[in-house]
């Protein structure tokens, strides 16, 4: 005869470990504190909030608009066919490149300095050295003690805002803050 108790009891633990195992598979997850986007130049901080709004952020976050986080990053938005003679300086000092609709956009190293040659360039395409506008978005409104839901989101959810948010036409890059899981 089935003892329907012990399976009841055991159908509990099971639950429970099971409950236990995916706690702490969660807890094993990285964990993203907050996104650094570098936005298009003379991008406002209403535009900024404008678009933060039309993706699904799981989480109450802050905005430091223009943060000195990323000082002294320049790019440059070039047609396709101009990019080569771009590409001709050896003083040009790319981090990346990237493709957004018809326009390649070089952002330059924080290290670079444009000299005579590169400025001439730039003016005989009809070219704008431009500085991006650095925004962190900061998580949450608590104190840092990581709880995914309250002040930071897991990383696959902060993967999918980063790619939605770089399809529109003014993020530039998108780069997540990491905490150790």
């Given at each position: 005869?089935?003892?329907?108790?012990?399976?009841?009891?055991?159908?509990?633990?099971?639950?429970?470990?099971?409950?236990?195992?995916?706690?702490?598979?969660?807890?094993?997850?990285?964990?993203?504190?907050?996104?650094?986007?570098?936005?298009?130049?003379?991008?406002?901080?209403?535009?900024?909030?404008?678009?933060?709004?039309?993706?699904d952020i799981p989480v109450n976050y802050t905005i430091d608009y223009n943060s000195n986080i990323g000082r002294g990053v320049y790019y440059v938005k070039v047609d396709?066919?101009?990019?080569?003679?771009?590409?001709?300086?050896?003083?040009?000092?790319?981090?990346?490149?990237?493709?957004?609709?018809?326009?390649?956009?070089?952002?330059?190293?924080?290290?670079?300095?444009?000299?005579?040659?590169?400025?001439?360039?730039?003016?005989?395409?009809?070219?704008?050295?431009?500085?991006?506008?650095?925004?962190?978005?900061?998580?949450?409104?608590?104190?840092?003690?990581?709880?995914?839901?309250?002040n930071c989101i897991l990383e696959r959810d902060a993967i999918r805002i980063k790619n939605e948010l770089e399809t529109n036409e003014k993020v530039l890059i998108v780069?997540?803050?990491?905490?150790?899981?």
């Amino acid at each position: 005869m089935i003892d329907l108790n012990k399976i009841s009891k055991v159908v509990v633990v099971f639950i429970v470990l099971l409950t236990f195992l995916v706690l702490m598979m969660q807890s094993q997850e990285v964990k993203v504190a907050g996104l650094l986007i570098q936005f298009e130049n003379e991008t406002t901080e209403p535009e900024v909030t404008a678009i933060l709004e039309n993706y699904d952020i799981p989480v109450n976050y802050t905005i430091d608009y223009n943060s000195n986080i990323g000082r002294g990053v320049y790019y440059v938005k070039v047609d396709e066919d101009k990019i080569n003679e771009l590409r001709k300086n050896e003083n040009l000092i790319s981090e990346i490149e990237l493709k957004k609709g018809n326009y390649n956009i070089i952002i330059l190293s924080e290290e670079f300095v444009p000299d005579e040659n590169f400025l001439t360039i730039l003016e005989k395409n009809n070219l704008q050295l431009k500085k991006v506008v650095v925004c962190y978005i900061h998580f949450g409104d608590g104190p840092a003690d990581w709880v995914v839901g309250k002040n930071c989101i897991l990383e696959r959810d902060a993967i999918r805002i980063k790619n939605e948010l770089e399809t529109n036409e003014k993020v530039l890059i998108v780069g997540l803050d990491d905490i150790e899981g």
